[in-house]
């Protein structure tokens, strides 16, 4: 049960420090749309999927 109380506690926490600083968390959601684009589209799943293959 302490450990739901310290995620709560850490959650609220975070909306507060999302709330108060917007700018970061924009820069948070670009850097994620640029990982997410980098290593899970199907051109960089099937570069690798072809590199374990050896083709």
């Not at 609220?12 to 589209?41: C, N």
Request: glycine fraction near 4%.
């Amino acid at each position: 049960m302490a450990a739901l109380y310290q995620q709560v506690f850490f959650d609220y926490f975070l909306i507060i420090y999302m709330v108060e600083h917007p700018s970061e968390v924009v820069e948070m959601g670009q850097r994620g749309r640029t990982l997410v684009e980098r290593e899970y589209s199907w051109s960089a799943i099937v570069a690798r999927w072809l590199a374990e293959l050896n083709v």
